[in-house]
């Protein structure tokens, strides 16, 4: 299992466009076959940071759900209202294993 961190710097201004953003996905993802952990907007700290997390069976399970994604209508929506409303300056994806023992085990 692999968890996506998708780590963004958005417009302070926009936030509230973010959090529509999130909404979204948070609905489409789990269609599309990804495991949503969730997204994260910023609250305390920095006003730029926020954060989608997701769990994905391997590199190739997340080319077929990118796939998924791209096709399903509000996955298309969502890139098209990101793109329209700009809040989103940058945008980073890392892929992780867990290295440690989930909680209770081990």
Not at 82 to 93: G, H, V, Y
Request: net charge neutral; charged share 25%.
């Amino acid at each position: 299992m692999l968890t996506c961190i998708i780590r963004y710097q958005i417009d302070p201004a926009k936030k509230a466009q973010f959090e529509q953003y999130a909404r979204n996905w948070g609905q489409a993802i789990p269609r599309c076959g990804a495991d949503l952990v969730g997204y994260y907007a910023p609250h305390e700290g920095s006003s730029t940071l926020a954060y989608g997390i997701y769990n994905i069976p391997s590199l190739a399970e997340y080319e077929a759900y990118r796939a998924r994604l791209a096709a399903d209508p509000l996955g298309r929506e969502n890139y098209d209202f990101a793109m329209r409303e700009r809040f989103l300056l940058r945008e980073d994806r890392t892929f992780l294993k867990l290295a440690s023992a989930p909680h209770g085990e081990g």
